[in-house]
């Protein structure tokens, strides 16, 4: 169901943090008298600089005010001769390390860069109010060369214990998580992003969501799975998820599925999910079965035309189901009216709930939604719940969708006439974002 989630774009090193990096802690101006060479016992072991450093340095940064590969080279050569003074102290590697990051990236060394960059990270000298920026490029380079996961989720996750919130990267870190198998972890940082997000009234991250599907399958836990999939076809409507969506729920325990088949047909035609040649015959049988030959003639004319049926083995039985369902609806047209007068003098609503049906299959909606209301205010229904599932679809149909929704929200039950109600409710909402 789910592409890799890795497979995503480079991710985006704002020039201006590495600029901002490079001059946030100013190089000591070197001393008027050139200092005697050091041997490494008379090197000052404080955070202290020597000339012989101070300069190369402060000639690399003046080369990186150039905006092009060939300013970050130059630099690049200053740092050199600042790394060969000898008995270099912690403070001093620290510095040159520092400056060297930003030649490096700015010449498009970009394996240098990263290397670097996890090298001053590491050094006891690094403010900790810089850690955190550094540490997201850090992690966007490891990310953009895509070559060592297990780099960019160690720095994912450095970035994170730090307090990152990047939205961007919060969806790859998760995306890492779900790859290397650590779905407990992938799924307590993509459920607390989709949690904010609904909380402030935002769509989630379609990826989030993934990782959540991913991560809940793997752990074997498909209530949660299935919750999440409802989420998913809310709030990024595809066919792909539609067609999952349903037919889990027509697997779930207690589903009256042979009862329902003809709702869950009518679900699937109304949320743009074409019925195979097999479907639509089904669809236009069970049609027929249930007392509405009109719905069934449309569904075989239909299938004619797109050209389903009327060829192959199942030719002649195709035929002859548009045959009876023709016949059947043209009787029927002509005694609707004679039948709605005693469906509404009936003792109990089944025979009016029935036959609003069947008049809606004629395309009547606002007669059979006026029929079918006053069978469910009658009572008396065998299944009082199916019979709400199918007000709310004519007043659906009947583009009453606030009504609609009022309607699905109250069918009760565990047979599945619930489960459709709900679904019919994303496909609502979900229609009513375009």
């Known amino acids: 169901m789910f592409t890799p989630l890795t497979a995503r774009r480079r991710p985006v090193i704002v020039p201006s943090l590495l600029a901002w990096w490079l001059v946030a802690a100013a190089l000591p101006a070197p001393a ?39 300013a970050g080279k130059a630099a690049l050569v200053s740092v050199t001769e600042a790394e060969a003074v000898p008995a270099l102290t912690p403070f001093e590697t620290y510095n040159i390390q520092r ?14 860069a990263l290397n670097t960059f996890e090298t001053v990270l590491g050094s006891p000298h690094m403010p900790q109010a810089d850690k955190l920026p550094i540490t997201e490029v850090a992690a966007k380079l490891a990310l953009e060369a895509n070559n060592d996961p297990a780099r960019s989720l160690r720095l994912l996750k450095a970035y994170r214990e730090l307090g990152g919130n990047d939205p961007a990267l919060r969806r790859r870190y998760a995306a890492l998580l779900v790859d290397r198998n650590e779905h407990a972890a992938a799924l307590q940082e993509a459920r607390s992003a989709v949690e904010a997000d609904e909380a402030a009234g935002r769509a989630p991250s379609e990826l989030m969501l993934k990782v959540m599907a991913i991560s809940y399958n793997k752990l074997n836990d498909q209530p949660a799975y299935n919750g999440v999939l409802e989420k998913l076809t809310r709030y990024y409507t ?8 349903i037919s889990r729920t027509a697997r779930r325990p207690g589903f009256a599925e042979e009862r329902l088949r003809l709702d869950l047909y009518r679900l699937q035609r109304a949320v743009g999910l074409a019925l195979e040649t097999d479907e ?22 239909e299938g004619y035309a797109a050209g389903l049926f009327g060829k192959g083995a199942q030719a002649a039985a195709h035929q002859r189901l548009r045959d009876q369902a023709t016949k059947a609806a043209a009787a029927d047209q002509k005694g609707l009216n004679e039948n709605e007068a005693a469906a509404r003098n009936g003792k109990d609503g089944n025979v009016a709930a029935n036959l609003a049906m069947a008049i809606a299959a004629t395309g009547a909606n606002e007669r059979a939604l006026g029929l079918l209301e006053a069978a469910i205010a009658k009572g008396g229904l065998r299944q009082p719940n199916e019979a709400l599932l199918h007000q709310g679809m004519l007043q659906a149909r009947l583009g009453r969708n606030d009504d609609a929704l009022k309607t699905f929200a109250a069918v009760q039950g565990s047979d599945g006439t619930a489960d459709l109600a709900r679904l019919w409710s994303i496909h609502l909402r979900s229609t009513a974002k375009k």
């Open 238 to 245: 595809s066919l792909d998820y539609w067609s999952e969506l």
């Open 99 to 112: 400056i060297k990051a930003v030649a490096a990236f700015k010449a498009g060394d970009r394996a240098l």
């Open 280 to 301: 639509q015959a089904d669809m236009a049988l069970r049609a027929m079965q249930a007392g509405l030959p009109a719905e069934a003639q449309k569904l075989m004319d």
């Open 32 to 70: 008027q008298q050139p200092a005697a060479p050091a041997s490494a016992a008379s090197a000052p072991a404080g955070p202290t600089m020597r000339n012989e450093v101070i300069k190369p340095l402060l000639a690399a940064q003046e080369s990186l005010k150039g905006s092009d590969e060939a």
